[in-house]
């Protein structure tokens, strides 16, 4: 369905291109192979890097389809986005951007196992056990989108690969073209999706993330049955079907089907969105369920997973973060920087306790208070009482960012001001002194990290410390008794290792 764009602000790049910045030429790094799919905007093709011999997806969208300003922004949206969602195992992991005069390249990790809607076609439908299987990875993505401010617009089958082409392949949602940012109450107008997908309330002009619900509730509906839910010879018969028609659950194959099945797709397919059931109600609904009881708890949301494992973390590594998102690019950071807006409700620039605790309430946290101010201590680090623009970007920088090399030469190089190979007593206390930190016990702090015990850290020592899991090291004992977190699970799954990224 085309896209019908709502006004736009104005944009800070050069007119005809996407990047903010000039990059080296594709080609200088990868060998271009065999053509694998045809987007609306892109054509996807396999390529290699020289280097490793490595194979990745090159999606390359010609410039001369970019019309005006708002299809480029849309494309360098969709770039950030994709960096924004870098760290989920189910979304595929965008390796690179390069621009030249005719084209934008985005390379991606290959899926070589196809798309789920080629499946499904293959199949004829899935056992309810794999459907749930399949409908909890596809609602897991919608849920991490909702809590990172990401709307995604265009769920369904074809925006899903396999990584493999076995039975045991993991599921990727790709294609985040039609995805936007979006804060809490914000209610979109613009006519986005594909006809079976789309939700009522988009065709009515009035909506918000709950559209992505619907659409997952029509691949349910199809993964089990088969066929779509509204069906029509036309366009517009379609739409009058999502309008006003009624779900069929009495056709082969419904009557073999659960009813805990057909009642979580009632649920999803709800035409009034307030009363359309949550993407974290779906993955607790007994159906979903692996044990087939729903969890106690809600799962954390992405940002507050991030905040709680920073605050766990040694005073150096929350410094060496600041160092490394004040390096990254603007496109790496475009999603947090949506975020910080999205809480920062009065636009002052600061995040106050207030403002976390209403941003935190709203992507489903239960924290008390205590736990919130616990939170917001960890991650102001130059004690100011709230947590400005680069305090939020290192609390919630996903760790892979962290992991790179180059960001951990260039975090070590800011520390070792003399250059000398070693981060000595004195320069950590210049380095505290710059982040505003005070009562700061030096010589304890170098002695966590310190292992040949010399009374310096060198760079073996500092990156051990920057990838060790956090509560190995320098967890102070307020926060071992104030915090009782799990800090491995990301929305109900396992972040993926840096080996992964």
Not at 119 to 143: D, F, Q
Not at 472 to 501: C, H, K, Q, W, Y
Request: charged residues 30%; glycine residues 6%.
């Amino acid at each position: 369905m085309k896209k019908h764009h709502p006004s736009s602000s104005s944009s800070t790049k050069p007119a005809h291109t996407v990047l903010p910045y000039q990059t080296s030429r594709l080609r200088d790094h990868y060998h271009i192979g065999k053509k694998l799919g045809q987007g609306q905007f892109g054509t996807t093709y396999l390529c290699i890097n020289k280097a490793t011999s490595k194979q990745y997806a090159c999606k390359s969208i010609p410039k001369r389809k970019l019309l005006c300003k708002e299809d480029y922004e849309d494309v360098w949206r969709e770039i950030q986005i994709m960096h924004h969602l870098s760290e989920h195992p189910h979304v595929v992991q965008i390796k690179g951007t390069y621009e030249d005069s005719m084209f934008v390249h985005l390379v991606m990790e290959l899926c070589a196992g196809g798309e789920l809607f080629d499946r499904i076609v293959a199949k004829g439908h899935y056992s309810e056990k794999e459907a749930a299987k399949l409908i909890k990875t596809i609602v897991g993505v919608v849920e991490a989108c909702h809590s990172l401010g990401v709307m995604h617009r265009d769920l369904k089958p074809e925006n899903f690969l396999f990584d493999t082409p076995g039975d045991d392949a993991k599921l990727r949602a790709t294609d985040f073209g039609l995805s936007v940012f979006y804060k809490p109450g914000q209610y979109f107008s613009d006519v986005v999706g594909s006809p079976y997908y789309v939700a009522p309330e988009v065709l009515l002009k009035l909506y918000g993330p709950e559209v992505d619900v619907w659409s997952a509730g029509v691949i349910l509906y199809i993964l089990l049955s088969g066929v779509p839910p509204f069906w029509a010879e036309t366009e517009s018969g379609i739409f009058r079907q999502i309008l006003k028609g009624k779900i069929d659950f009495e056709s082969e194959p419904w009557p073999n089907i659960s009813e805990n099945a057909k009642d979580l797709i009632r649920k999803m397919l709800e035409r009034d969105p307030r009363r359309r059931i949550s993407a974290h109600e779906v993955l607790c609904n007994p159906w979903i369920v692996d044990d087939r009881v729903a969890p106690d708890k809600p799962l954390d949301s992405a940002v507050l997973t991030r905040l709680k494992k920073f605050s766990a973390m040694h005073k150096l590594k929350k410094m060496a973060l600041r160092v490394i998102a004040e390096r990254l690019s603007e496109e790496e950071i475009g999603g947090l920087k949506e975020l910080f807006k999205m809480i920062d409700t009065d636009n002052s620039g600061t995040i106050t306790f207030e403002e976390l605790k209403v941003g935190l309430k709203r992507v489903g946290s239960e924290l008390t208070e205590c736990e919130i101010k616990d939170l917001m201590e960890a991650a102001d680090i130059d004690n100011s009482g709230t947590i400005d623009y680069g305090e939020f970007l290192a609390a919630t920088l996903h760790l892979n960012k962290m992991e790179r090399e180059e960001n951990l030469v260039a975090a070590f190089a800011y520390f070792d001001k003399d250059g000398s190979g070693y981060i000595t007593v004195d320069e950590l206390q210049q380095a505290c002194k710059d982040f505003g930190l005070d009562d700061v016990q030096l010589d304890e702090m170098v002695k966590e990290i310190d292992q040949d015990n010399d009374g310096r850290i060198d760079y073996a020592e500092f990156t051990t410390m920057m990838r060790k899991e956090d509560e190995e090291i320098g967890r102070s004992r307020t926060m071992r008794s104030n915090l009782n977190f799990n800090l491995a699970d990301a929305l109900g799954v396992n972040e993926p290792t840096p080996s992964a990224n």
